[in-house]
């Protein structure tokens, strides 16, 4: 299980997709990503906005709340779909 896991995460599934996938609870992935020794993902928050717009925590650059997926994402839409952007 624990491999499948690992392999699951290599691939660049999130804990919740790999959760769903090998039907456990994501509460049951985590634990198994820390014996794995695999570092935990960085969450980010979002900036506040000034001036109407707000700072992308990847590429640092400000943009209008419309270049972001929703308003809880920390991540414009360009910074997210980009792979080795830095995010772990």
Request: contains cysteine; glycine residues 10%.
């Amino acid at each position: 299980m624990r491999e499948r896991i690992g392999k699951l995460l290599k691939e660049g599934k999130s804990q919740a997709e790999v959760g769903r996938i090998v039907g456990r609870a994501p509460a049951a992935i985590a634990f198994h990503v820390r014996a794995l020794g695999i570092a935990a993902k960085k969450y980010f928050t979002p900036l506040p906005e000034h001036r109407g717009k707000r700072r992308c925590v990847s590429c640092r650059k400000m943009k209008t709340p419309g270049a972001f997926p929703n308003e809880r994402q920390a991540e414009c839409t360009v910074c997210a779909k980009s792979p080795g952007n830095g995010r772990v």
